[in-house]
């Protein structure tokens, strides 16, 4: 027998049958789609924190026990063993490509690299000190205007073209912004160069000598990069299926995204990090700090630490510490900010407050601290976020578009304000 859960009011003494839908994994869902009609009820759920707002089969996460799967291939076999070009190619077609699908996946990927000249010109309008974040999603919605009549996002052929001019054209953006803030030339893409290699050619090449980044910092990036590809219905892809919902620009939808990644709560928390691992200064601070983040009085909160859906270490996060300790290792750097990390996640993970609410570091905590043994500066580091991002965004965004229950999002309210009243005059208030 199909399982339901019965809703009954205990006023009126209705009774509402809700079908429950089982994922492959995760929490069996309750469909609440006749509440209104039956009960005349709506469900209140701030931050979401108990509502599937959809069907996915993109990526999956179990916070408790701290897996991460991507068209169910585990997050650590992904950073260990594939590119981020090709994960991409996973979170869009589902499948990971042959040999050949690859090849033409990165050529493609290669051909639309480029942004229209005139989209250049965007970024001279932003003051030199405006933040990278400010200029991405900027320029990302002023691209929405160059295909706004050419994107058919009824068609899939145009849908997967659309897809693959958002992930070519992010690090041209990004890099873009980097350049803009540096009063550096903008620079082509080079197509004899991978993926990430490439923006990294576009954003840090000096333009009077050869540039070849270290083997060792285009595996560190490329690795971050596949971490924060995709992170299923987190705040921003939410944001980006919602205006998608509206049937808007798909690259007005990824500037939606942006807007909301920048967030010190969601990706402004890695640049946040930095700020408050400087500001802690040394290790003997750290205790003093933690007890900041413990005070209910205090608005301190301790970045790169908790997550609303792991409750156990995130599992991009053991990967990134890994990598950062090796990274640093590898460079011969001394990090004095590493070691004050090292420190607070020593303090906070032995300490009560943390281990009761179960708040362990997050995937911001380390990836700060890599980006910066790189030189990448810390107005840069949610960009890099939303480079990386846009690819989920996008596949997310298709999966939407073939959603059979496709329909504008529309949240209800519990309406807490006056009642009906009468304007009153102003010579009379
Ligand atoms: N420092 C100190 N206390 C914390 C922290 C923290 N970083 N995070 C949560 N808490 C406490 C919070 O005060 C609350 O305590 P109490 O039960 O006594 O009221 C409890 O833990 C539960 O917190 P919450 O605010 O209900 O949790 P949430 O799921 O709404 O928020 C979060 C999740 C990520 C916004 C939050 O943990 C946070 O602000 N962390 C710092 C910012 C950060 O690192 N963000 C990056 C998230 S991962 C990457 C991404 O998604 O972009």
Redesign the pocket.
Known sequence: MARTVTITDNKTGKQLECPVSEGTYGPPVINTKSLYKELGMFTFDP?Y?TTASCRSAITYLDGEKGILLHRGYPIEQLAQNSTFLEVVYLLIHGELPTRQQMDEWDHSIKMHMMTHEHISRFYSAYRYDAHPMSIMAGVSSAIASYYHDRTDIKDPANRLITARRVVAKMPNVASKCYRYASGLPFVYPDNSRSYVENFMYMTFSWPTEDYEPSAVAVRALDLLFILHAD?EQ???TSTVRLAGSSEANPFACVAAGITT?WG???????E??IRMLEEIGTPANVRKYVDR??D?KDS??????????YKKY?PRAKIIREACHALLAEMNLNQPLFEIAMELERIALEDE??IK?K?YP????YSGLIYQALRIPASMFTVM?ALARSAGWIAQWMELMEDKDFRIGRPRQLYIGEQSRDYVPMGER
């Open positions: 931050g924190a992170h987190n705040a921003s990644l010190k709560s969601h990706g402004g928390a890695n946040a990090v983040a413990k209910r301190f909160r301790l970045m790169g630490f908790g997550h609303r859906v995130d407050y943390f609410r708040l997050n995937v911001d905590f976020f």
